[in-house]
């Protein structure tokens, strides 16, 4: 076997045995400091500091009763349309004539609001049940507007009363006039279903559309209103739009979840 001349020589110094062993370098030691500090300022952060969050949710501007779809009592042809869309009409008021074999058949608002839709047009055959018109519920003309988010099914319990939510409108473009803000008034108790939300906005391509991810919980929010705008709301820019903000405007809306210290996250 044969050895390293160098090895060789320290054996034979043994006088090198009181020489101090040195374990680590200055900068390697600046290095350790550094690392302590910064793991103790980020341990004091996570149990001290917190960190907010928001959940973004579809949604659209609606009265705070929904709308219904007004559907023909009888078979026969439209004869007359006796209002049009935009109009407020109280419960009971005649809305369109159909011809049937016998008679004209009058057909009346089953409960007050204003009339969004008008699908029938006048010459038009129809069946015993067809849709007619839609009618959004309203018991006076100065009901206060809101907004409907429809968040995804498992984030109710994350969701507080009186959140924040910043709305982008999508007739309001959002760069120039700001957004739309409000606070949650209510959050719905169960996940609903396309028909229910269809039978609420009384419109089913928007059903489809806000439960194409699944089942989603209904997410009411208030307006806030201010004097000081042409619509009447509150946004985040000085003035908002110049012009006013109507329902059955689709919206998307950012709700400020509550605020969560990070050890939150790993403790159980």
């Not at 700001?178 to 391509?205: C, H, K, M, W, Y």
């Not at 806030?224 to 509150?234: I, L």
């Amino acid at each position: 076997m044969q050895f390293r001349q160098k090895a060789l020589s320290k054996l034979q110094s043994p006088e090198d045995l009181d020489v101090p062993v040195l374990l680590a370098r200055p900068q390697g030691w600046l290095v350790l400091t550094v690392t302590a500090v910064v793991m103790a300022v980020g341990c004091f952060w996570a149990v001290t500091g917190t960190v907010s969050s928001k959940l973004n949710a579809p949604g659209i501007l609606t009265h705070a009763e929904g709308s219904y779809v007004l559907q023909s009592p009888v078979a026969g042809q439209i004869t007359a349309t006796l209002a049009k869309e935009g109009d407020t009409l109280p419960a009971g008021a005649p809305l369109l004539t159909v011809r049937t074999d016998r008679k004209v058949e009058t057909v009346r608002t089953v409960a007050a609001g204003r009339v969004t839709a008008i699908t029938a047009k006048i010459g038009a055959v129809v069946a015993t049940g067809a849709d007619l018109a839609t009618v959004e519920r309203m018991d006076k003309p100065d009901d206060p507007l809101v907004a409907v988010l429809y968040a995804p099914g498992g984030s109710a319990s994350t969701i507080p009363v009186g959140a924040s939510v910043e709305l982008t409108v999508q007739s309001v473009p959002a760069q120039r006039f700001g957004v739309l803000r409000g606070r949650v008034l209510a959050i719905g108790r169960n996940p609903e279903t396309r028909q229910q939300i269809s039978d609420f906005l009384g419109n089913r391509q928007l059903g489809e559309q806000f439960s194409a991810q699944g089942q989603p919980v209904a997410v009411m929010v208030r307006l806030e209103r201010s004097a000081g705008t042409t619509s009447g709301f509150n946004w985040s820019s000085a003035h908002g739009p110049p012009y006013p903000i109507d329902s059955t405007t689709l919206v998307s809306g950012a709700v400020h979840l509550t605020a969560q210290h990070p050890i939150d996250w790993v403790l159980p």
